[in-house]
């Protein structure tokens, strides 16, 4: 193995983060809302889609990683599927948004199904080897760490872009290429980004391919599911930091998955795509502002504990100033600034804080249980996030289904048409206490379970760095 990466490498890789997580967030973001408002799916039916395939996504993860690491070429245990899995899975990506218009009824649920589940599958087989092949072009320490964390501002970054352009782009490429109706122009327009997003997707890592040289001979740890739970039933901290993660991303996820109904259906406008586009730019902004200025600076006054319930009190107090514009005559998108700084930045700070709880709880079990399930408790992690986001989904598409929001009674409206208009005061308000009463409720129930469970406090943690110097 070279003795630095090198700039060249570096570059590369940080490339290959930026297009899978284009890709990732593309589907992550706007699947639900495509299937099921834009094709009209049912609702519950997408949803549990959705809840099924992340949850088998997330047993496959281990899989996978047992398969990579037992893989032997020339050119590697790593690149090989990273070449493989973005090939296929930049195909199923822009197969999933390229649903033919003539699918309606079971046939348009089972195209859903199957082409979700197989983006899952195979985005599952790039993104192991991805993250894995970094002990393969490092020599540790400071250079490992600095790629690390290279790579995830990248994957930073390659969400953002989605996040930012998704609906403007999707609307000037469905007026190029589709019809006059709204429905037309967004089954267009998603159509061909995300062609250009696979594409990018596909150059990307390639480059990374081409610049990235690995150590074939490495070897990866991996852990099965069962190595997974085993862990975490005998590190009490542990059990306690996973929990209030689901309970956080539950919450967290149920608002995002919801929000694009929000600006359609309630904020309304013709042009409430801009609007969406605004606030999300302004959110993730602060959310990356939030990881890398705002908790440093809090860091300095108050420990880590301090602050995940500062934070928590944050995202419960955006939560209800989000609620309280919500019932007034609004159309000024700069308001929903004020409630998306609080829940946005305690997003970047919780995010930061939930990592460190997490290796916390490594060094706890190591004195309890005298062993270090490292990786174990990171695979975890993972994990439970991908279960979150399902359960999130699934909750999201059962209230749609019973507020019967859906964009199936203006299907024939132009691009300047108010959807808003079109949706009743009952239904406004039943997404505004969905989006986000149920998420305070979630963030209370987090405070509660995490103030009365986690016991890792500095002097704990002192206590713990003691006994392990010591041993």
């Given amino acids: 193995m070279n003795e630095k990466l090198g ?21 992550a973001s706007y699947v639900l809302y495509y299937f099921q408002d834009v094709l009209g799916v049912n609702a519950v039916a997408m949803g549990i889609i959705l809840l099924v395939a992340r949850i088998f996504d997330a047993f496959n993860d281990p899989i996978m990683g047992v398969i990579v690491a037992k893989t032997k ?8 599927w990273l070449l493989i899995g973005t090939l296929t899975n930049a195909v199923v990506l822009f197969l999933m948004f390229a ?57 930073g970054a390659g969400s953002a872009i989605i996040s930012v352009i998704t609906m403007i782009a999707v609307n000037a490429l469905g007026k190029m290429f589709g019809g006059s109706t709204a429905r037309e122009i967004e089954i267009a327009g998603f159509k061909y980004f995300s ?16 610049t990235v040289k690995e150590d074939s001979t490495v070897n990866i740890q991996t852990a099965s599911v069962k190595d997974m739970f085993k862990a975490l039933l005998s590190n009490d901290q542990a059990m306690a930091v996973v929990i209030t993660i689901v309970l956080i991303n539950c919450a967290i996820y149920t608002t995002s998955n919801l929000v694009i109904y929000f600006f359609k259906y309630d904020f309304g406008g013709t042009g409430w795509y801009n609007s969406y586009t605004l606030f999300n730019t302004f959110g993730g902004a602060v959310s990356i ?10 860091r300095k006054f108050l420990n880590c504990i301090k602050i995940f319930f500062l934070a928590l009190f944050m995202a419960v107090a955006g939560y209800a100033v989000l609620l309280a514009l919500a019932f007034i005559n609004m159309t000024n998108v700069f308001l929903l600034f004020i409630p998306g700084f609080l829940i946005f930045s305690a997003n970047g700070m919780l995010t930061v804080l939930t990592t460190i709880f997490l290796a916390n709880t490594v060094d706890y079990g190591q004195v309890k249980n005298n062993r270090r399930d490292e990786s174990v408790i990171f695979s975890m992690q993972t994990f439970v996030v991908k279960l979150a986001s399902g359960v999130a989904a699934f909750i999201a598409a059962v209230a749609l289904s019973v507020l019967n929001l859906s964009n199936k009674a203006v299907t024939e409206a ?54 392990l110097k010591n041993n």
């Fill in 289 to 298: 502002l939030a990881m890398m200025i705002l908790f440093p600076i809090i």
């Fill in 195 to 210: 062609l250009a997003v696979a594409i990018i997707f596909v150059v990307f890592i390639i480059v990374t391919c081409i």
């Fill in 73 to 80: 070429t020339k050119w590697g245990k790593f690149r090989p």
């Fill in 99 to 155: 649903c033919p218009p003539t699918l309606d009824g079971a046939g348009l649920t089972a195209y859903a199904a199957v082409t979700y589940i197989l983006w899952g599958t195979t985005y599952t087989i790039m993104d192991i080897p991805y993250w894995s092949m970094i002990p393969a072009i490092t020599k540790g320490g400071k250079e490992r760490e600095n790629l690390s964390t290279l790579a995830r501002s990248c994957a």
């Fill in 7 to 27: 700039v060249k490498g570096k570059i590369g890789y940080g490339m290959g983060a930026v297009g899978k997580d284009m890709a990732y967030m593309l589907s």
């Fill in 414 to 467: 132009d691009q300047t048409f108010d959807f808003s208009s079109a949706v009743e005061t009952g239904t406004k308000v039943g997404l505004r206490m969905i989006m986000t009463i149920l998420p305070v409720v979630l963030l209370v129930i987090a405070v509660c379970y995490f103030k009365n469970k986690y016991k890792l406090t500095d002097e704990k943690l002192e206590e713990i760095n003691n006994q």
